[in-house]
């Protein structure tokens, strides 16, 4: 640690953004994404499994959820990308604090998945979606949700630092879809049987998207799922944060 | 202050069973350039990775500017500049971007940064570039940025791996030009090169390096010594009758080029081998149209130390 942790951090977070600058193409491309994954399975692909009443008003958190948990691979990708990159040995020769790197990456990661939410949030209303429950329960739905962001996305950096290689991520990318699905953003476990129905209501994904809906007061939403929803991304930041600085600050060894 | 700017014993390096450093020694003088030169994959790259704390050695005591590269790293980013191989710099953010980052990086503050940041983009002739990012940049420009960034805090000991390779004879010219005002100014500089004439060019030391080890390390004027001081050389009117110059020239040793009809053979006496040639010549008759004596170039040295002719050649 050193006294210049913040500006440090501030430094590699302002990069970021001037990234955004240079593309907005890109950044806009990864907002509507989402959106479209949304209106597909809310419109097109039509009604999840088990689901009783209105499916958008179950589909939407789980939605939320969702995009949260696949920002992962945005984050992967971005940080094999800057490891294959010559800037990668310029910061590393820099006396800057270890890990600002990291701290950049990761704020501007929860940025672009708060203005995600955000622009979700209002497709959702012009969609007739309503959160029900008080502002309280709003706000803290958004924080579950940025914390399971969050925790993936240390995840993901870890997952990153380990592969190396953007080419690498795919890997992970094909399994991420199946991790996402096998849980109850889209349907109910209910519909499942007994033993997939288990593993689905262990899923983070689950335990996020379930006390999300509880909050918002949406189909599906049950009490009692909030520690979980705590729990399980605190419990996989208590793991990965320390895995990854580590991992990067013994880069080149 | 410690002695010596740069201290390296006995490091070590493997990459599987590829020994990339293999008990390399240097030591470099505050103030000095030390060139290190060596062919494709002799460890050049690995040696600056581990002087400017990117790459851990397996073994040996390493230090810059006094501090240790693994237990004191930060201590020893601060007083380095790096030019690295490859351009070091984001590709997607303009010249003055890079800077004004790496500045703050260097904690110099926002202010400071920004003006850091003209100065040295007017410096090195950039400062046309705009908002072009890096990626638009030509391989020249590419590298004169990357020279800025690695100058941002007046570094006390800079690395400068292969800082002229792909450059034109202008953009290497103003790379020789700021090393010889750095070294003006103070700054001691380690730099690898393949080209000899840089070494012989800019620095007060060359380490020869070959298969992760220094093979000789010296001033020019010692290493060309080593291959056994002067040389002569006789270039003959007609390539027809090199056969018969070689067999009655007073010397040993001679190499023959024939495509440029050239003799060449190491001398002891100077002035008794030049006269002796040029006897032997007018008595047999076979008109030369040079003769001459020169130091061994250090394209020889390095023939004579790696015991390779055939990469010389190729490379030549
Ligand atoms: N990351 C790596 N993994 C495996 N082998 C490596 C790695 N880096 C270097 N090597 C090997 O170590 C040896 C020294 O490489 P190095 O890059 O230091 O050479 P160099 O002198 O810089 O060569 P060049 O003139 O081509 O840049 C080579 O045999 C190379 O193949
Ligand atoms: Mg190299």
Do not use: C
């Amino acid at each position: 640690m050193t006294p210049y942790v913040l500006t440090d951090s501030w430094t590699m977070t302002r990069r970021e953004l001037a990234h955004w600058a240079r593309q907005p193409g890109q950044v806009l491309v990864g907002l509507v994404f989402p959106v479209m994954l949304l209106l597909m399975f809310g419109y097109l692909i039509g009604g999840g499994r088990g689901v009783t009443g209105d499916y958008v008003d179950y589909l939407v958190p789980g939605m939320f959820a969702l995009t949260m948990a696949f920002g992962l691979e945005g984050t992967m990708l971005n940080v094999t990308q800057d490891l294959t990159r010559g800037v990668i040995d310029r910061f590393r020769s820099l006396p800057m604090t270890n890990g600002a790197v990291l701290v950049g990456r990761s704020a501007a990661d929860m940025l672009q998945s708060a203005v995600g939410l955000a622009l979700m949030t209002g497709v959702a209303y012009a969609l007739g979606w309503r959160a029900h429950g008080g502002p309280g329960a709003f706000l803290g739905a958004v924080g579950l949700l940025l914390l399971l962001r969050f925790a993936m996305l240390w995840v993901g950096i870890h997952l990153a630092l380990i592969a190396g290689r953007p080419e690498m991520v795919q890997a992970v990318q094909i399994l991420i879809w199946p991790v996402g699905f096998l849980s109850n953003v889209l349907a109910t476990p209910d519909a499942m049987p007994d033993w997939l129905g288990t593993a689905v209501q262990w899923n983070p994904l689950s335990q996020t998207a379930t006390a999300v809906r509880d909050l918002l007061g949406s189909q599906g939403g049950e009490p009692g799922h909030l520690w979980a929803a705590v729990a399980w991304p605190l419990g996989l930041l208590a793991v990965f944060f320390p895995l990854a600085v580590g991992r990067f600050a013994r880069l080149g060894r | 202050m410690a002695d010596t700017a740069i201290t390296v014993e006995d490091a070590r390096k493997t990459y599987g069973t590829e020994h990339a450093l293999d008990g390399l020694d240097l030591h470099v003088t505050w103030g000095t350039v030390h060139a290190v030169l060596g062919p494709n994959g002799a460890g050049k790259t690995t040696l600056v990775r581990t002087l400017s704390t990117l790459l851990r050695p397996d073994g040996g005591r390493i230090e810059v500017a006094g501090h240790d590269v693994l237990t004191e790293a930060r201590a020893v980013r601060r007083r380095i500049g790096l030019l690295g191989q490859y351009a070091a710099l984001d590709e997607q953010l303009d010249g003055r971007q890079n800077l004004e980052m790496f500045a703050r990086l260097h904690h110099l503050g926002a202010r400071h940064a920004r003006v850091r940041a003209a100065e040295l983009l007017d410096r090195f002739d950039l400062t046309g570039t705009g908002r072009t990012p890096v990626a638009r940049y030509s391989g020249g420009m590419r590298r004169r940025l990357d020279l800025a960034a690695s100058l941002i805090t007046d570094p006390e000991v800079l690395f400068l791996d292969e800082p002229t390779t792909g450059l034109d004879p202008r953009g290497r010219a103003e790379v020789w030009a700021a090393v010889r005002s750095l070294v003006g100014g103070g700054t001691t500089v380690l730099l690898t090169t393949q080209y000899l004439e840089e070494a012989d060019q800019l620095a007060h030391r060359i380490a020869f390096v070959d298969h992760g080890r220094v093979v000789t390390d010296g001033t020019p004027d010692e290493l060309k010594t080593l291959t056994g001081g002067d040389r002569i050389d006789v270039v003959l009117r007609d390539a027809g009758q090199l056969g018969a110059a070689v067999a009655l020239l007073p010397v040993t040793g001679v190499s023959v080029d024939t495509d440029r009809r050239l003799l060449s053979a190491p001398v002891a006496d100077r002035m008794s081998a030049l006269s002796g040639v040029v006897r032997a010549l007018e008595a047999a008759g076979i008109e030369a149209a040079d003769v001459a004596l020169r130091r061994p170039t250090l394209d020889e040295v390095f023939l004579h130390l790696t015991g390779d002719e055939n990469r010389v050649k190729e490379a030549a």
